[in-house]
C-alpha cells in the first residue's frame, strides 16, 4: 500500500510539474507573439513615415533603405519626465539667458505636463513613449518621434549656437505633428471604428 500512494504522489508531482511547464511555455510563446506583432506595427508604421517623408523637398534624394528604426521604450510618466530633464539639462542655461527664468520654468512645467514622447537628438538610438496612452495615439506618437528620429539622421543636430535654431525647432515639430496627423486620419479612424 505505501508503494502505491507514493508511485501516486510521484505521479501527481510529475503531472503537476507538466501543467507548470505547459503554463509557462503558453505565456513565453504569447509574450513572444505580442513582441513579435509590436516590432512588425514598428516596421510598418517607420515605413509609413519614410513614404512621407520621401515627398517632402527636404529629403529628395535621401536613401531611406539603409535606415532602421530605433529601439522603442514604452515608459510612466515620470520616467519620461525625467528623460526630458536629462536631455535638456545642457540647454536650460541657454534658455535662461535668452528668455528668461520665469518663461523657462513655465515652459518646463507644461512641458512635463504634455510630453507624451521624446527623441534624444543626442543618442538617437532609442525614443521614449508614456505608455499609458490609446493604442493608435500611441502609433501616432510612434510616427511623430520617428519623424524626429530621421530628422536628427538625415539633417543633423539642431546646434545650439545656430541663429535659426528656433525657427529649424519650430519646423521640425510641425513636420513631427503632420506626420502624427495623417497617421491617425489614415489608420486611426478605422481602429476606432473596428
Known sequence: ??????????????WTFVFIMLLITSSVVMKLTIVNSVIKE????????????????TYKG????KMSEPAVRYVPREKLIEIFMAINEVVYDRMVKEYGQARVDEMVEMYKKEVIGITDSNDVSEIFIFKDLEPCERKAIVAHEYTHFLQVKILGKI??????????HTYREMQGGQIQTLYEE???KDEEAG
Open 1 to 14: 500500500m505505501k508503494n502505491k500512494k507514493t508511485i501516486l504522489t510521484s505521479t501527481n508531482i510529475m
Open 42 to 57: 514598428h516596421k510598418k508604421i517607420f515605413a509609413f513615415v519614410q513614404s512621407e517623408l520621401k515627398g517632402l523637398d
Open 62 to 65: 535621401v536613401d531611406f533603405s
Open 159 to 168: 546646434k545650439l549656437d545656430d541663429k535659426d535654431k528656433d525657427n529649424k
Open 186 to 188: 489614415r489608420f486611426c
